[in-house]
């Protein structure tokens, strides 16, 4: 184990922490499993609570351009009201339920370039510090990996993914930001758009999909994208090959029909402008320039120019130490 020692408030003679979560990836609504390890520092300490951050790195866009930063998206205290003795060692057990909306950071064991947090704090005496980042992992969902998996079998490419800060209008988005799946099109749609975004937002209840496609020059080269939104169930059993091709293809037709307008549909159609969806123009995600293999495995992250996603991955999550500096000057 690696502890991990807690100085600030605490002083250079407090305890030290390794939090170990269980291995393999969590799941989005699922259970986040593992071990707080605490030692005991030079004296004794009341620990008056153990409390887990989930923290995420999320781009803001704004009228001076865009912007990187930590966002704490749930918190939970899984321990506290006890003494540790000097050089005391002690575990504290936890399992907590992540939000359904967490994103997802990997797909077939592949990182996507979504990095994501957990950090540990303690309060003693009132003072509370916090300890390192440690990764977490989150994969898909069953639905997710289905539409995923469907889009790499029709032809779509995997482009990045990334964290967006605000909200999608229309939907039941519970989480400040929202994760988007950057694709590129198939052979069918080449002509028609440049790349098609996927956001999920899952529920107890179900999914929501929403898609949004950029424009391919033509009479609706301005404005904002076009939205279409789905909903499905977490065991739905379909074809879903021919339900997301039929997502696609109402996607593109209400692009072409509607311009700047944002659609939403499931089942029916309605049209109400832009719904406060967030931007214009291409961002590159951190995962930008990755490519994706289409076939029999789906959408699965490839190599492009000797770069895969896990060394993109291992380059931005320098990030968080950075953050951690900011705020400590």
Do not use: C
Not at 32 to 48: M, N, S
Not at 67 to 76: I, K, L, N, Q
């Amino acid at each position: 184990m690696v502890f991990k020692r807690l100085l600030g408030s605490l002083g250079v003679g407090g305890p030290t922490v390794d939090t170990v979560l269980d291995p393999g990836p969590a799941l989005p609504g699922g259970a986040l499993t593992g071990q707080v390890h605490l030692r005991g520092g030079g004296a004794h300490f009341e620990i008056e609570s153990v409390t887990l951050e989930l923290v995420a790195r999320v781009e803001a866009e704004h009228e001076e351009g865009e912007s990187e930063g930590a966002v704490t998206f749930e918190r939970f205290t899984v321990g506290g009201g006890f003494r540790l003795a000097e050089g005391e060692e002690r575990s504290v057990p936890f399992s907590v339920t992540l939000p359904w909306e967490t994103p997802v950071t990997e797909l077939y064991g592949q990182a996507l370039g979504v990095v994501l947090g957990v950090r540990t704090e303690l309060s003693v005496a009132g003072a509370k510090d916090k300890g390192d980042l440690d990764r977490l992992a989150v994969g898909p969902l069953p639905v997710q990996e289905a539409a995923l998996e469907a889009l790499g079998q029709l032809g779509f490419g995997f482009r990045s993914a990334d964290l967006e800060y605000g909200r999608i209008g229309g939907t039941g988005q519970q989480l400040p930001f929202y994760q988007e799946i950057e694709i590129t099109p198939s052979p069918r749609y080449a002509h028609r758009v440049n790349e098609i975004e996927v956001t999920f937002l899952a529920g107890p209840a179900g999914m929501e999909v929403v898609l949004e496609a950029d424009k391919r020059g033509g009479p609706f080269s301005s404005g904002h994208d076009a939205l279409s939104r789905f909903t499905v169930g977490h065991h739905d059993s379909r074809d879903w090959n021919a339900e997301v091709e039929g997502w696609i293809e109402r996607l593109v037709e209400h692009r072409a029909s509607h311009g700047s307008h944002a659609a939403y549909g499931h089942g029916h159609e309605d049209h109400h402008g832009d719904h406060g969806h967030r931007h214009d123009g291409h961002r590159s995600g951190p995962g930008a320039g990755t490519a994706v293999a289409a076939g029999a495995a789906g959408l699965a992250v490839g190599v492009v120019g000797g770069m895969v996603a896990a060394e993109v991955v291992d380059e931005v999550g320098d990030f968080f130490e950075g953050e951690e500096e900011d705020e400590e000057g």
